[in-house]
């Protein structure tokens, strides 16, 4: 647990990077999960769009609403005591007008206990992040691998434009935005650009050189079979262990050793 146990705010990301101690970010979904990961002292916890690969079971983030994002948020940020919490803006709900991005911005502030927002962009997204900064909301910015921009990508690739990204990053940081959060980036240069900003970097799959790390909540803790994205360190093999606890349920109730006599009212 951190010594340091009051609300986190905006300005301690500045002070931190300062102090060169490092901002720790995962991503929740859910009351119960956002419950323990707060008590377990993660700096900033994150209802990422990510929500529809992990909890909806979509092959993109595309398809996930805006209704559905206030809705977790507001899970998320009613769990949390200490950790900031940020909401992903989903596809489309930022990019069509800037009077738009505000607006549903502030929802999100207005609707939950929610401190800030976050969207995908860099140099194209700037004028949009300055207009929701001046709005009072505050804003995370992602660069890099940017899941929304999946189908002009066309894949998951790690994204090795070195001027492009230093362009966006700094973009980013001129036009307000908090923190940053760099996706697929080298390492190398994550670090590079660590060092340029005024703002913290947050990395994921961007090497150590960051002021902050984010994990995707299911991915370090083996919840999902199949793909592993090689930057996610397992932390525990959940998925393994839910699957043992509901084989024996299964087993127990076939066999009749469930429920016993201190499980049954008489
Ligand atoms: O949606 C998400 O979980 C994210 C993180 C991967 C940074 O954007």
Not at 107 to 114: A, F, G, M, V
Not at 133 to 162: C, D, F, N, W
Not at 170 to 183: I, N, R, S, T
Not at 197 to 226: E, K, N, S, Y
């Amino acid at each position: 647990m951190p010594s340091d146990d009051r609300p986190v705010t905006i300005p301690d990301f500045s002070t931190w990077k300062n102090q060169g101690r490092k901002i720790t970010v995962l991503t929740a979904y859910d009351f119960p999960t956002a419950k323990l990961l707060d008590s377990a002292g993660v700096d900033c916890l994150l209802v990422g769009d990510s929500v529809g690969t992990t909890v909806q079971g979509r092959d993109t983030t595309l398809g996930v609403t805006y209704e559905q994002m206030l809705y977790h948020s507001e899970l998320v940020a009613r769990a949390a005591r200490r950790a900031l919490v940020v909401a992903d803006l989903p596809f489309l709900s930022y990019q069509v007008s800037r009077r738009q991005a505000i607006s549903l911005s502030g929802r999100i502030l207005k609707e939950t206990s929610c401190q800030a927002v976050k969207l995908e962009g860099g140099e194209r997204m700037a004028a949009t992040i300055e207009a929701i900064v001046k709005a009072e909301i505050p804003v995370m910015a992602h660069i890099g691998l940017t899941p929304q921009s999946i189908r002009r990508l066309g894949g998951y690739k790690v994204q090795r434009a070195e001027d492009a990204l230093r362009a966006d990053a700094q973009a980013v940081a001129q036009a307000g935005a908090f923190a940053v959060v760099l996706e697929c980036v080298p390492a190398e240069l994550a670090a590079t650009i660590t060092t340029l900003l005024p703002i913290p970097t947050i990395g994921i799959g961007a090497g150590p050189g960051c002021d902050g790390q984010v994990l995707v909540f299911h991915d370090m803790l083996g919840l999902i079979d199949g793909f592993r994205p090689r930057f996610a360190r397992r932390y525990a093999e959940l998925g393994e262990q839910i699957r043992k606890a509901a084989a024996s349920y299964v087993q127990d109730v076939r066999d009749g050793s469930f429920p016993g006599e201190g499980e049954s009212f008489r």
